[in-house]
C-alpha cells in the first residue's frame, strides 16, 4: 500500500512557475513508477508526465514538454513536478500516481495509487 499526499498547488499568474510536490508513504518508493495527471472543469483527467524507478525515463505530454519537469527524490520519499511558463490552460486538479508495473507509463489506469489532488489556478 502506498499513500500519496501532493502539495504546493496555488494561484499564479500566466507565465509563472510553481513546483508540486507528492510525498509517498512507506518505504518501498523506489519501487514505483511515478506519474502526474490533471483535471480541469468539465474536462477528463489527462496524462502529463511519468518518470521510472531510477529516473532513467521520463515521459512527458506535448502541451508541456519542455515547460514541466518531473523529478523524483528517493531519500525523501517524494515527486516533484516542476511547472514553468505557465498558462490559464494548465489550471486543474493535478494528481501524482504510483503504479506497481515497471514502465513510466502514459495511462491512468495502468496505476494503482492516487492522491487527492491539488489545485493549481493560473490566471491571465
Known amino acids: 500500500q502506498v499513500q500519496l499526499v501532493e502539495s504546493g498547488g496555488g494561484l499564479v499568474q500566466a507565465g509563472g512557475s510553481l513546483r508540486l510536490s507528492c510525498a509517498a508513504s512507506?518505504?518501498?518508493?523506489?519501487?514505483?513508477?511515478m506519474g502526474w495527471f490533471r483535471q480541469a472543469p468539465g474536462k477528463e483527467r489527462e496524462f502529463i508526465a511519468a518518470?521510472?524507478?531510477?529516473?532513467?525515463?521520463?515521459r512527458y505530454a506535448d502541451s508541456v514538454k519542455a515547460r514541466f519537469t518531473i523529478s523524483r527524490d528517493s531519500a525523501k520519499n517524494t515527486v516533484y513536478l516542476q511547472m514553468s511558463s505557465l498558462k490559464p490552460e494548465d489550471t486543474a486538479v493535478y494528481y501524482c500516481?504510483?503504479?506497481?508495473?515497471?514502465?513510466?507509463?502514459?495511462?491512468?489506469?495502468?496505476?494503482?495509487?492516487w492522491g487527492k489532488g491539488t489545485l493549481v489556478t493560473v490566471s491571465s
Open positions: 500516481a504510483a503504479r506497481s508495473g515497471s514502465r513510466a507509463s502514459t495511462l491512468s489506469n495502468e496505476y494503482d495509487y
Open positions: 518518470i521510472s524507478r531510477i529516473s532513467d525515463i521520463t
Open positions: 512507506g518505504r518501498t518508493f523506489n519501487n514505483y513508477p
